[in-house]
C-alpha cells in the first residue's frame, strides 16, 4: 500500500467529542488515519492529550456540561462526531434531578452548542458531516435510564433538523444507533444495572443486554468509527436525516 498517498479526509478538520476512550477514541484514530485533523475534545486531561499527540491532533479538555468551556471549542470543523455522553441507572421516581439535568446538558445542549457554532464554516465551504452517536435507546427505550433515553431522543430529533437545515449547503446530518458496544461507559452500566436487579455482573451481559439482539456478542468500538467514516466519504453524500441501528437486531422485533 502506498503509504504516501493522500488519505480521502485529507484537508478536512473533525471534531470528535468523548474522543478520550470507547467510541470516540476509535473515530479519532479512524479519522486521523484518513488523514484529517482532529480536534480530541474530552474531560480527560492526560488521556485527550496522549491521543491527540499519538494521532497528531489537538487535545480540547472541556467539560460539556459547562455553556462556557463549549463555546471555547473550535468553530472551524468539517466533521463533528457528537459522541459524548454518561450514564445513570435508577427508577424514575428516584431518579436524582440534578443526574437528569447534567445529562441532557452533557448529551444534548452541548452538541446543540457545538452545531449552531461549526454549521457556519460548513455552509460557507458547501460541505459539512455531522455524526451524531446516538443508541438504540433513541429508538427504544428501558426501564431504569429515564435520563439516557430522553436525552438520545432529543438528540435525534436534533440530528433531523441539522439535516433538513444543512441540506442545501451540501451538510448531512446523521444518527448512529448501536446496542451495547464494548466500551467504559457499558462496563460502569453492567455495575449499575446488577445492584438494579439483584444479579450476577455476567447475567446482565447475558440476560439483558444480549436479551433483545440477534447478534449475541457486544459491538466493538471499531465497528462504530467504520461506520462513521463511511458517512463522511461520497457514497453517503445522498444519506442525511437517518438513524442507522447497529443494533444485532434488535429493533427488527
Known amino acids: 500500500m ?74 472551524d470543523a468539517d466533521i463533528v462526531v457528537n459522541n459524548a455522553g454518561l450514564q445513570h441507572v435508577a427508577p424514575l421516581h428516584e431518579f436524582p434531578p440534578e443526574r437528569f439535568t447534567l445529562i ?50 432529543a438528540l435525534e430529533g436534533l440530528s433531523k433538523t441539522a439535516a433538513l437545515e444543512g441540506a442545501p449547503y451540501g451538510v448531512t446530518s446523521n444518527c448512529i444507533n448501536p446496542a451495547y458496544v464494548r466500551t467504559p461507559l457499558v462496563e460502569q452500566q453492567i455495575v449499575a444495572q446488577a445492584a438494579a436487579h439483584g444479579i450476577r455482573e455476567d447475567e446482565v451481559v447475558e440476560r439483558i443486554m444480549l436479551d433483545r439482539t440477534a447478534v449475541k456478542r457486544l459491538i466493538e468500538p471499531e465497528e462504530i468509527a467504520g461506520l462513521a467514516l463511511w458517512l463522511c466519504s ?20
Open 234 to 253: 461520497p457514497h453517503a453524500s445522498y444519506l442525511t436525516g437517518a438513524s442507522l441501528p447497529v443494533d444485532g437486531g434488535w429493533t427488527a422485533r
Open 2 to 75: 502506498d503509504t504516501t498517498s493522500p488519505g480521502p479526509l485529507s484537508g478536512r478538520t473533525a471534531l470528535v467529542t468523548g474522543a478520550a476512550s470507547g467510541i470516540g477514541r476509535a473515530c479519532a484514530e479512524a479519522f486521523a488515519e484518513a488523514g484529517a485533523r482532529v480536534y480530541v475534545v474530552d474531560l480527560a486531561d492526560g488521556p485527550a492529550r496522549e491521543l491527540a499527540e499519538r494521532i497528531g491532533g489537538v487535545a480540547h479538555v472541556a467539560d460539556l456540561a459547562d455553556p462556557e468551556a463549549v463555546e471555547a471549542l473550535p468553530d
Open 104 to 153: 441532557q446538558r452533557v448529551m444534548v445542549e452541548a452538541p446543540f452548542r457545538i452545531l449552531r457554532r461549526t454549521l457556519p464554516h460548513m455552509y460557507g465551504q458547501g460541505w459539512g458531516r455531522i455524526v451524531n452517536i446516538s443508541s438504540v435507546h433513541g429508538l427504544r427505550a428501558s426501564p431504569f435510564k429515564s435520563a439516557y433515553v430522553t436525552a438520545k431522543h
